[in-house]
């Protein structure tokens, strides 16, 4: 397969440049999967669980949203937060699940519902990412 660039870079600088095959991600437009010389794309990037192929060999990641940007040469993807699979602590992402949901059950009106379900959201996706 022709391989291509993909850049990952967070809030902390550059995650990982590394050269793939295909990346498969949820946009905020649908489930897709990006081969080399795919048609140029600006999209969001919800909370869900993005993969990678390098030479038949999947690997996963928990991404916390972000933006995804494809052309020619490259596809870039800037993320709130990443980990890949192995980076992901499971007693973590449980703890921070409890909380929100502890957070979500208290009817305390200075609690940030909103902020609490997103907390949820990336809890939830890192464990199910951690259990494939
Ligand atoms: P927590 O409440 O546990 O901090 P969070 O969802 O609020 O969870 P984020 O703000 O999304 O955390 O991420 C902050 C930083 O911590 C990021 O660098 C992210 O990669 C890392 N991180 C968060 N949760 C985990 C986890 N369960 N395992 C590994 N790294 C994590």
Not at 8 to 31: F, K, M, S, W
Not at 49 to 58: F, L
Not at 84 to 113: G, P, T
């Amino acid at each position: 397969m022709t391989k291509f660039k993909l850049k990952i870079i967070t809030p902390h600088g550059i995650y990982q440049e590394v050269d793939i095959d295909q990346i498969n991600l949820r946009t905020t437009a649908g489930q897709i999967g990006i081969l080399a010389h795919h048609i140029p794309l600006a999209s969001g990037v919800e909370i869900s669980e993005m993969n990678y192929m390098i030479d038949g060999k999947k690997t996963y990641f928990a991404v916390s949203g972000g933006f995804v940007h494809v052309n020619e040469h490259e596809t870039t993807l800037i993320a709130n937060a990443i980990e890949s699979q192995e980076e992901i602590d499971l007693r973590r992402a449980e703890a921070a699940k409890q909380r929100a949901e502890e957070r979500m059950k208290s009817h305390n009106e200075q609690i940030d519902m909103v902020r609490a379900e997103a907390a949820l959201k990336r809890a939830i996706m890192r464990i199910n990412v951690k259990g494939l």
